[in-house]
């Protein structure tokens, strides 16, 4: 008799889910896939382009109903997950259904969370996190009025661009003393500043918002020890949280988020975690952390499809990376770039707003940050080629000397370590992600 299908359910359907439910397939795995999500797939990253007009809200579908049904999955979308019986093995959903399963993904993602403060919960203030958050922002902003984003971190700053091109006025306040506190050192986000001050942005750094009131059909937003701004539109990007609170009660392992193996296994062997709610290794210092990327979220949800298909494959870890363009700037941060302990190479050239800081430990780059214009060349190529050398570990030991002496002259160490080579076999499953179809 043939052996029944597996049974796989998978929660959630972004970056981590789709890429699961599609190495599934390519791996030829015929069992059951039941996708449960609240909301339908699409790509939260690219919501960025949607905003500036580049794209229409169609191409932020990352699995069309056509390409579910060919991947032969029974979807629900517009459901919850809220409990988890992990010894019955049994997903409770929003609607009191239950379903069963042989193996588990949980890949719920995020939710953007705003500040405790007065008059934070208004309804007509947005985030920027979802679709709907997008589509939102999209009818409301206003092209003769003012906008505020409160919050200068790595999402905001992902929106930035749509922000200028969709708002006649613009101001970013940050309760830190400096922008991208977590994204780049005291250098970098200087040179960042002064770019956008001169693209015409107002940027309030220290401003800690205390309360968000109304004057007419206008927001007040009122700060300690500083004047008030008035805005048409307000968007919040002042962090994000995994989406955990309905595994209470389940048994399942969590600190940060979802403790996982090299398998991406949850403390329960037959249920996996992938992307943001997932806590795996970081590549370059082997510790358990979250990272809330894409690239993280794509290879998690790569490995554990193979895992699901019955190919034990391990994780190596994920490399920390952000990587923004804004105003024309390039902006990025890779690895352990704030590592205390490590031997640092450091130029700025403030002028040409170009930074470099490498970190290395025994001779190998584990961390860096660097900034520099998009429309030349050199920058853009030198993004690929500090990413790569940390990703892949290759020993610099012979190039120190040179590096210090010419920081901003990646190309000759890359070359020489013929990293290319050695991070062309690195992918998750050992062969390259084919392209998606839809
Ligand atoms: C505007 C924006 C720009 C970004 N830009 C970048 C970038 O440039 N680079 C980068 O690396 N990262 C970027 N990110 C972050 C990146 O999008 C996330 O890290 C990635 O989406 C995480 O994928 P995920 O699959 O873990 O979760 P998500 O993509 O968040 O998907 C979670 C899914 O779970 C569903 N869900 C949640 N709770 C439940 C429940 N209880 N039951 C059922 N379903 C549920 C949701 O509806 C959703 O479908 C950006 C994010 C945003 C919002």
């Known amino acids: 008799m043939a052996a029944k299908p597996k049974r796989h359910v998978i929660v959630g359907a972004g970056t981590a889910a789709i890429n699961a439910i599609r190495t599934l397939r390519q791996l030829g795995d015929k069992g059951e896939i039941h996708l449960v999500s609240k909301e339908p797939p699409y790509s939260r990253m690219v919501l960025p382009y949607y905003l500036d007009q580049s794209i229409s809200e169609a191409r932020t579908t990352t699995a069309t109903p056509r390409q579910l049904m060919d991947w032969q999955v029974t979807a629900k979308f517009g459901r919850q997950a809220v409990a988890l019986d992990t010894k019955a093995a049994k997903l409770k959903l929003d609607n009191d259904e239950e379903l069963e399963y042989d193996d588990l993904l949980i890949a719920t993602g995020s939710t953007a969370v705003r500040p405790p403060i007065s008059g934070a919960d208004d309804p007509t203030l947005f985030n920027f996190w979802t679709l709907a958050d997008a589509q939102g922002v999209n009818r409301y902003i206003n092209p003769a009025g003012r906008a505020v984003m409160v919050g200068a971190g790595f999402i905001a700053f992902t929106i930035l661009d749509g922000m200028i091109h969709r708002s006649g006025n613009l101001s970013l306040v940050e309760a830190e003393p400096r922008i991208l506190p977590r994204m780049v050192d005291e250098t970098g986000a200087r040179i960042v500043h002064h770019w956008l001050e001169s693209k015409g942005v107002e940027l309030l750094t220290g401003a800690r918002l205390t309360s968000v009131g109304q004057n007419g059909a206008r927001h007040v937003l009122a700060f300690a020890g500083r004047e008030d701004l008035e805005a048409d539109t307000v968007v919040f990007a002042t962090g994000i949280r995994p989406n955990l609170e309905w595994l209470n009660g389940s048994g399942i392992k969590i600190n940060q988020a979802i403790v996982v193996d090299d398998n991406l ?23 358990k952390e979250v990272h809330a990327i894409e690239p993280t979220a794509m290879e998690h949800g790569r490995v554990v499809g193979a895992n699901m298909a019955g190919k034990k494959v391990k994780y190596p870890g994920s490399l920390l990376m952000n990587i923004v363009s804004v105003a024309g700037l390039n902006v990025a941060s890779f690895g352990s770039w704030e590592d205390a302990d490590a031997e640092v190479i450091a130029k700025a050239d403030e002028g040409r707003s170009a930074y470099r800081k490498y970190l290395f430990k025994k001779g190998k780059m584990v961390g860096a940050i660097m900034t520099g214009p998009h429309r030349e060349t050199w920058s853009e190529n030198d993004l690929g080629m500090i990413k790569g050398l940390v990703q892949s570990g290759a020993s610099l030991e012979p190039w120190m000397e040179f590096l210090r002496e010419h920081p901003f002259t990646i190309k000759k160490p890359y070359l020489a370590t013929r990293t290319v080579k050695s991070l062309l076999p690195q992918t998750v499953l050992g062969s390259p992600t084919p392209a998606p179809r839809s």
């Not at 296994?265 to 510790?287: F, H, M, Q, R």
């Open 265 to 287: 296994k949850s403390s329960t062997p037959n249920v996996y975690a992938a992307g943001d709610v997932a806590e795996g290794k970081n590549l370059i210092t082997g510790e």
